[in-house]
């Protein structure tokens, strides 16, 4: 039996469902960075002398995504999806420590928020591109 292709979305299904999951992850992204920042930066007990070097460490992957997700780029919005993973560890495992359980509760759900958004906005973009380059 041949598998029949399910057909794609029109283009004004999609059109808002792509702008609300692009916005939710830019949200998404920019307040887990922030929250990384003034954890390391103002409330860690962290030696100065390491300080912005930890704050470098969990950074980069962040500033790498950055200009891909600022643009709405699908493939930026994938990557993201396996380079929170990280953040999602950690703030798991800080959320078993009382000392950082706000900050472990607060990275893990910024981090599931960013994940679903990033991955729902690449399924509906390629999906809306395929649309528009006349797949029915």
């Not at 283009?11 to 307040?31: G, T």
């Not at 103002?42 to 460490?57: G, H, Q």
Request: charged share 15%; with cysteine.
């Amino acid at each position: 039996m041949a598998k029949v292709a399910k057909p794609l979305p029109s283009l004004e299904w999609l059109q808002p469902r792509l702008k609300f999951s692009r916005i939710a992850s830019l949200l998404s992204f920019f307040a887990l960075t922030a929250l990384l920042l003034a954890w390391n930066l103002l409330i860690a007990d962290i030696p100065d002398e390491l300080r912005w070097v930890i704050v470098a460490l969990q950074l980069i992957p962040m500033l790498l995504l950055a200009p891909g997700l600022i643009l709405g780029h699908a493939r930026a919005h994938a990557w993201a999806c396996f380079v929170v993973n990280l953040y999602f560890i950690q703030g798991v495992l800080a959320a078993f420590d009382p000392s950082k359980a706000l900050f472990g509760w607060l990275a893990t759900l910024l981090s599931v928020s960013l994940f679903c958004s990033a991955l729902l906005y690449t399924r509906w973009r390629f999906q809306y591109d395929r649309k528009q380059a006349g797949e029915v």
